[in-house]
């Protein structure tokens, strides 16, 4: 991955950046009104072309970046006691939240049965101290939070989407689909990306080949020649995250330009008024989405996530706002 876009730019007949894809903008129709309520309401959005990374960013790629700058991730640096007011001394370590199947059925109303602050977890150790990237190289990078997603683009020359941005990538022209290829979750008994199959989170019958993280472009590409716009991990994008989509804004009566979300303030989770960390929104569910508890693994689905937090099941890809007139792509 190179530190510069411009570096990759060719301006013969072919136009192209390495490893990512021209996005010719539109209008389009983000969110649902037929699934999760955070997803409504239906509305019509534009955007302008952009190139967006072709995969997720992946663990050889993050490694290079952190090798070239020293960066730290945020799982990896000490926590400062004041920021988390009545926490264990034991839990103020460097670390990050790790999944772990469970024995049997669970009262899946409390993710605090799948899910476990581990300290030592990183993106280096992506399920704690003893684990490590041997074999993982292709596999998307995880256990990465806002700031590191941010910091990795700057790095790259590049920025991260918007989440209409994103959504509009991940459709892949089927405007109104279900999912990015279509209607069927498993079209003609094909598996189209890296979710799970059977009772979360007790059973996976691995029938997609994968019980956790999948090699990045392992199952077919979207219409835009995008892989992994859905399952295997959670993508960040720049907006705040509130439980329902904006339905119009000011000077505009019909189609939304762009929408950069809410601020950061009515990003806070209301549920939990102690805690004032900041949520963006996430896109395109994970290995762990599954249709007997989360059906996330489509382009209107969204979720909140704090953005000092990384997980087991989140990464990220870059896009690039350098405008190409007539480009094509390799």
Request: charged share 20%; net charge negative; hydrophobic share 35%.
């Amino acid at each position: 991955m190179s530190k510069s876009i411009s570096q990759n730019l060719v301006s013969d007949t072919l136009t192209t950046i390495e490893d990512m894809i021209w996005i010719e903008g539109g209008t389009f129709l983000m969110g649902s009104d037929h699934h999760y309520p955070e997803e409504a309401p239906a509305h019509k959005v534009r955007v302008d072309g952009f190139w967006m990374d072709s995969c997720t960013v992946k663990n050889s790629e993050f490694a290079k970046f952190v090798e070239e700058t020293g960066y730290v991730t945020v799982a990896e640096r000490p926590l400062d006691p004041a920021d988390f007011p009545g926490a264990l001394p034991e839990m103020l370590v460097p670390g990050s939240m790790v999944f772990h199947m469970t024995s049997g059925p669970v009262d899946t109303r409390n993710i605090a049965n799948w899910w476990a602050y581990i300290p030592g977890a990183s993106w280096r150790h992506p399920r704690g101290p003893g684990s490590d990237l041997r074999g993982l190289e292709d596999h998307p990078v995880v256990q990465i939070a806002f700031e590191d997603a941010e910091a990795y683009a700057k790095w790259a020359g590049k920025d991260l989407p918007t989440e209409a941005e994103w959504e509009f990538a991940a459709r892949g022209g089927l405007d109104g689909a279900e999912f990015v290829w279509g209607e069927e979750l498993t079209p003609e008994g094909k598996h189209m990306a890296n979710t799970w199959q059977g009772q979360f989170p007790w059973q996976n019958l691995e029938s997609d080949g994968f019980s956790g993280t999948a090699p990045v472009g392992s199952y077919p590409p979207n219409g835009y020649g995008l892989y992994d716009m859905a399952g295997n991990v959670w993508q960040w994008t720049t907006d705040w995250f509130v439980p329902r989509h904006p339905s119009k804004q000011p000077g505009s009566c019909c189609t939304l330009d762009n929408p950069r979300g809410p601020s950061v303030k009515d990003s806070l989770d209301p549920r939990q008024p102690q805690i004032k960390i900041p949520r963006k929104v996430v896109k395109g569910g994970s290995f762990l989405c599954a249709p007997s508890y989360c059906r996330r693994y489509r382009p209107a689905a969204r979720h909140a996530q704090m953005i000092d937090s990384g997980m087991s099941h989140i990464g990220f890809r870059c896009i690039s706002r350098i405008p190409v007139t007539g480009a094509r792509v390799q």
